[in-house]
C-alpha cells in the first residue's frame, strides 16, 4: 500500500509523541480515504479502458458492414479484444462463445486460440463439470499487454 503511513512513523515524525485514540482513528480514517479515492481512480482508469475496446469493437464491427469481412479480417487481434472485455466486466468465456462474440469462425478461432496461447497471451482451462467445454481467458501477460496499449493509444486519443 503505498501512500499508507504506518501510525507509528506517522507518531515519532509528524507529532513527535504517542497520538491519542482519536488522533489515531483520525489517521487511520486519512489513509483510508487517500486509499479509496486512489482506488476509485484506478477503477475509472480501468472502466475508461474498457469503454475504450468497446468503441474499437464497435467501429470494426461497422467496418465490416461496409466492407466485408476479409478486407480487414483480423482474428487474433479481435480474439484479444473480445477476451480484454469479458475479463474487464469479470466474465470467463467458452472457445464457443468467444467464436461468437468475436464473429470469428470456430476452426479459425481454434487455430488463432492455439497461437495466442503458445505465445503466452491467453490461458485455457478445462471445464471440470463439462469435458466438451474449455474457458478461455487473458493471461496476466496478454492482459497487461493490452491495458499497456490502450493506455497507449488513449493517450494518443486525449
Known sequence: ?????PLSEADRSH????LDPRSRVALIMANVERLAEEASCAAAGAE???DLVRGIISARAARR?????ELFADPAWDILLELYTFRSSQQRTSVSK???AAGVPTTTAL???EKLHSDGLVEREPDPLDGRR???SLSERGYEA???YLEAIGENRG
Open 1 to 5: 500500500m503505498r501512500n499508507v503511513v
Open 15 to 18: 507529532y513527535g509523541r504517542e
Open 98 to 100: 468467444l467464436c461468437l
Open 146 to 148: 493490452m491495458t499497456s
Open 48 to 50: 475508461d479502458l474498457a
Open 134 to 136: 474449455v474457458w478461455i
Open 111 to 113: 487455430r488463432w486460440i
Open 65 to 69: 458492414r461496409f466492407f466485408g469481412d
